[in-house]
């Protein structure tokens, strides 16, 4: 199977289901960003995987992280789908994968100190790559809001999608401050 079809040189690509729509649409648009977003998770990920961070912390940070992804590309099909759908079904996300983030925030700021201002991003490298996958969370959030959905059923898995991206983003930047506690880096804060 050759990797490129010619398929989209003429600026269109396909939905599930074959439907071609131009790559400015704004289903092509959230979808390509969610795969940003999945990509630079996939990047936490590997700038995690060094022996110095083989703890039990790390492994299930990066485990947790692989199931983030998952969900994320769930999400990135369901975005793909076009509006009259395709007789293809995509599992819908469950309030589990909720909880499963806001047990994570919930685990992760019992172990740092708290908040009393804006944090500037930065830190070690894996602080500052969460602070740019939240930041790409947020869009890919923005960009769910941006799709019309034309039925209930879309509708419903487009409201859970965004308030898992909602929570993500939250994730994100509670880890990018775990980051900083578990390697004592010092966190950096806007005082105006």
């Not at 879309?154 to 929570?167: D, F, G």
Request: net charge negative; with cysteine; proline share 5%.
């Amino acid at each position: 199977m050759k990797i490129y079809t010619k398929t989209g040189d003429q600026g269109t690509t396909s939905l599930v289901g074959g439907k071609r729509v131009f790559k400015n649409d704004p289903r092509v648009e959230a979808y390509g960003e969610a795969d940003e977003l999945i990509s630079y998770i996939g990047l936490i990920i590997a700038q995690s995987e060094n022996p110095a961070n083989n703890s039990k912390t790390a492994v299930q940070i990066r485990k947790d992280l692989l199931e983030i992804q998952k969900v994320l590309m769930n999400i990135s099909a369901f975005l793909a789908m076009p509006e009259e759908g395709t007789g293809k079904q995509i599992t819908p996300l469950e309030d589990a994968e909720l909880d499963f983030l806001e047990k994570g925030i919930d685990a992760m700021t019992g172990q740092i100190p708290p908040l009393h201002s804006f944090v500037i991003p930065g830190g070690p490298i894996q602080a500052a790559t969460c602070h740019v996958a939240r930041c790409v969370c947020r869009r890919v959030e923005r960009r769910c809001i941006n799709i019309h959905s034309i039925d209930e059923n879309l509708e419903q898995n487009l409201a859970k999608s965004k308030k898992y991206l909602n929570r993500l983003s939250d994730y994100l930047f509670t880890l990018a401050r775990f980051f900083c506690t578990i390697t004592n880096t010092p966190e950096e804060f806007w005082l105006p």
